[in-house]
């Protein structure tokens, strides 16, 4: 069963920085990508951040660009999220999730599996 676990939300003044994890089981990994995206108050949900398994690739979102990071940890089957330089517009729920490497990009539909997500809110 795949399960992804988020942790690391909470509240951060502007300009602060905060760590997301993404806890992953399940998956065979080499063949997936795993990103974060976030849904802000009345917003659609939109892509964050992707890192390919196999390779470390990451690609970002214009919009965070230069302030976020997404990394993995092979032992640990886990992918972080540092965010720095947080912006109120950053506020959002932030999801992890999981979906094969050939067809992850950008899209929720192209995800297949979810963790719970996790609340960011940055105050100005």
């Known amino acids: 069963q795949v399960q992804l676990v988020e942790s690391g939300g909470g509240s951060v003044q502007a300009g602060g920085s905060l760590r997301l994890s993404c806890e992953a089981s399940?998956?065979?990994?080499?063949?997936?990508?795993l990103g974060w995206f976030r849904q802000g108050p009345g917003k659609e949900r939109e892509f964050v951040a992707r890192?390919?398994?196999?390779?470390?690739?990451?690609y970002y979102a214009d919009s965070v660009k230069g302030r976020f990071t997404i990394s993995r940890d092979n032992a640990k089957n886990t992918v972080y999220l540092q965010m720095n330089s947080l912006k109120p517009e950053d506020t959002a729920v932030y999801y992890c999730?999981?979906?094969?490497?050939?067809?992850?990009?950008?899209?929720?539909?192209?995800?297949?599996?979810w963790g719970q997500g996790t609340q960011v809110t940055v105050s100005s």
């Open positions: 999730a999981a979906g094969p490497s050939r067809v992850a990009l950008v899209k929720r539909s192209e995800y297949n599996y």
């Open positions: 890192i390919r398994w196999s390779s470390g690739a990451t």
């Open positions: 399940g998956l065979i990994f080499n063949m997936y990508t």
